[in-house]
């Protein structure tokens, strides 16, 4: 039997939050397991996001479980590699925070100025008659 170590979905819309669990590879993504290892929050801080049994990881890895690339790369933040050793945990990304309120409010002004004066240009050039038809004029 192939063992992978993956992913499985639970909570509601909007506010998902996964197991880790050892599985045969051929059931469905939420159906039957193994075992279950651990658990995965995105939405908590990132102190909490990730809870695992380190010593029944371990084991399914050195028992020839294969991880899948999700599960692996959050076992590098929990500090194991794909062989169940331990490691220097991986550090989470910083997210980006928006831009400060005043920023924001003279990003627009400068886009409201932009958007004033496009118009004015184009009613200029508009007024002006082409080159060609200034030429057939004078020539008349």
Not at 32 to 45: F, K, M
Not at 59 to 85: C, F, S, Y
Not at 119 to 125: D, I, L, T, V
């Amino acid at each position: 039997m192939a063992v992978r170590i993956r992913l499985k979905r639970l909570g509601r819309r909007n506010r998902i939050h996964w197991r880790i669990c050892a599985t045969d590879k051929r059931t469905a993504r939420d159906g039957r397991v193994i075992e279950e290892l651990g658990s995965y929050d995105p939405c908590a801080p990132n102190d909490r996001k990730i809870a695992i049994h380190r010593e029944r990881v371990a084991h399914w890895l050195r028992a020839g479980a294969l991880p899948t690339d999700t599960v692996a790369q959050l076992l590098a933040h929990a500090g194991l590699d794909r062989k169940g050793n331990e490691v220097t945990p991986r550090p989470w990304q910083k997210r980006k925070s928006p831009p400060p309120p005043a920023a924001k409010k003279a990003a627009e002004a400068k886009a409201a100025e932009a958007k004033a004066e496009a118009p004015s240009e184009a009613k200029g050039g508009a007024a002006e008659p082409p080159a060609a038809a200034q030429e057939e004029a004078s020539s008349n």
